[in-house]
């Protein structure tokens, strides 16, 4: 069995690795295990911290062992943070972690807690680059509805490749029986690949949210935040991802998108009853 170091002396790894990296914009690291202390006075949260799904776990037990580790997180925010403090929750099951997070921090804005489904939004634009034969910044107004999970809808009815509609470009049967599944279960493949979690394309998703959140895009992206009721008939109080943009540090949803069809109705349904049901 493998002699691991203690909690605090992996955080001073950590540390080390940053500081090896020269970054010009790191002035400090503080390294702590102490929850009041993580949280004191940040302008922004990035809530990695959770248990990876491993092979064959399924959602329900990280909803066992992660809720109980985002109760104790959003009291922390809730205590220590700036008011108006900015988190993405990254560690899975990411939507109702977060609402989990956020009940438990009265103090903050509702709004200012999301989740993370701007990985599905990356895999999604590159599944289409792949099959088209672009790049992804060739892709504009791709959308993500609903959880992070096997039940989300990745959208490209709205979707355009170099000005062209990205459905007059693949096949309907390749959006259903290739393109939903493979952006809904990529998770799950890295993981069956890489016998781990996906790492740095999920902290690269987290960087892009984040930056986009704070410094402002009119690129379509996919948040998950607080709902409200009133955005596309989903029910208040889930987190739940929607096509947004992104201005003075506050996200809009795009508005006016049809979900009549009925493929977009079923995928809507699903994803929302999941969310309920974890809620």
């Known amino acids: ?5 203690p909690m605090e002396d992996a955080l001073k790894g950590v540390q080390a690795e940053l500081h090896d990296c020269a970054f010009p914009l790191l002035d400090d690291i503080v390294t702590t295990s102490n929850l009041s202390t993580a ?3 940040v302008d922004y949260c990035f809530l990695v911290g959770a248990k990876p799904r491993g092979p064959g776990m399924e959602r329900a037990d990280l909803l066992k062992d992660n809720g109980k580790i985002f109760i104790d997180t959003g009291k922390a925010i809730n205590d ?5 403090v900015k988190t993405i929750v990254v560690g899975n099951p990411a939507n109702t972690n977060c609402l989990i997070a956020s009940h438990y921090a009265p103090s903050i804005p509702r709004e200012n807690f999301t ?3 701007r990985l599905d939004h990356n895999r999604a634009l590159t599944q289409l680059a792949l099959k088209t034969g672009s790049k992804v910044t060739d892709i504009k107004q791709m959308a993500v509805w609903g959880n992070h999970s096997p ?5 490209i009815r709205y979707a ?9 470009l693949v096949a309907k049967k390749w959006i259903s029986d290739e393109f939903t599944p493979r952006v809904q279960q990529r998770g799950a493949e890295s993981i069956k690949l890489r016998k781990l979690s996906s790492a740095a394309s999920a902290g690269n998703a987290a960087i892009d949210h984040m930056r986009d959140w704070v410094n402002g895009s009119n690129e379509w992206q996919s948040i998950s935040f607080i709902t409200n009721g009133k955005l596309y008939n989903i029910p208040e109080g889930l987190i739940f991802s929607f096509p947004c943009t992104t201005a003075n540090g506050k996200f809009k949803v795009v508005e006016g998108l049809k979900l009549d069809d009925e493929e977009s109705q079923m995928r809507i349904k699903k994803t929302t009853e999941e969310l309920l049901g974890e809620r």
């Open 1 to 5: 069995m493998l002699d691991l170091p």
């Open 39 to 41: 949280f004191k006075d």
């Open 80 to 84: 220590n943070a700036k008011r108006d």
């Open 115 to 117: 989740a993370m489904t």
């Open 151 to 155: 039940t989300m809808y990745p959208d």
């Open 160 to 168: 355009t490749v170099n000005g062209k509609k990205a459905t007059d």
